[in-house]
């Protein structure tokens, strides 16, 4: 079945640094989702990506849907303590999410 | 509009016992989902559900059933638990138009904890 796999697991970041992290399926996808956990909430929607290559920013936040549409990636610069938490993306419908990357950050 | 409502927010079972997870959007989606959250994991697929009187497993089906006989509730059955049904549940709903740019984003819920002993 469909896997994804983000990698890394665990970031930690200095505030002001910038970070990427990193979305991989063992299949193609039609699509591609990002959604950010607060510790103790539920994930919230960022953006979808569906084109090959896309790339859409959110301020300080940049997703990137890659050509095979097999990966993808989220890079943010300029790291907030309200960064903190956690970044799954999920892919498809039938959303098969990865396990996610944990961002703590220290100011 | 609430969005989508989970009760109750908390809940201890006992092994063997039964109990359903209460699921309701106010946002007429088509698509439901049940999902669970084990400490430090992703999300695992339970159910979903493409509309009214349709339902289909996920990932993680066993031990679990669902009903959908209204587009606003999305029940989750535990029948017999166990301690490996310890988890955080989430409940979610998007809406797929199925023509054109179609968008995927789910609206999760607030989450039930469920722990089982």
């Known amino acids: 079945g469909q896997q994804v796999m983000q990698i890394p697991q665990y970031q930690h970041v200095q505030e002001g640094e910038d970070f990427t992290t990193y979305c991989n399926s063992s299949t193609t996808l039609s699509n591609i989702q990002w959604y950010k956990q607060r510790p103790g909430g539920h994930p919230v929607f960022l953006i979808q990506l569906v084109k090959s290559g896309e790339v859409k920013k959110q301020k300080r936040l940049t997703f990137q849907f890659g050509e095979a549409k097999k990966n993808s990636s989220l890079h943010i610069t300029a790291t907030q303590t309200t960064d903190v938490g956690t970044y799954f993306c999920?892919?498809?419908?039938?959303?098969?999410f990865g396990a996610g990357t944990t961002v703590t950050v220290r100011a | 509009n609430a969005g989508v409502t989970q009760t109750p927010k908390f809940r201890i079972l006992k092994i063997g016992q039964s109990m359903t997870l209460q699921c309701a959007q106010d946002m007429n989606h088509n698509y439901m989902y049940w999902y669970r959250q084990d400490p430090g994991m992703g999300l695992k697929l339970i159910y979903y559900?493409?509309?009214?009187?349709?339902?289909d497993k996920g990932e993680v089906p066993n031990g679990y059933n669902v009903s959908r006989s209204t587009t606003e509730d999305f029940p989750l059955r535990l029948e017999l638990a166990a301690p490996s049904q310890t988890s955080v549940y989430f409940c979610?709903?998007?809406?797929?138009?199925?023509?054109?740019?179609?968008?995927?984003?789910?609206?999760f819920g607030p989450g039930t904890r469920l722990t089982v002993t």
């Open positions: 979610a709903s998007s809406y797929f138009r199925g023509t054109g740019e179609t968008s995927y984003e789910q609206y």
């Open positions: 559900s493409v509309g009214a009187g349709i339902t």
């Open positions: 999920a892919g498809n419908y039938k959303l098969s």
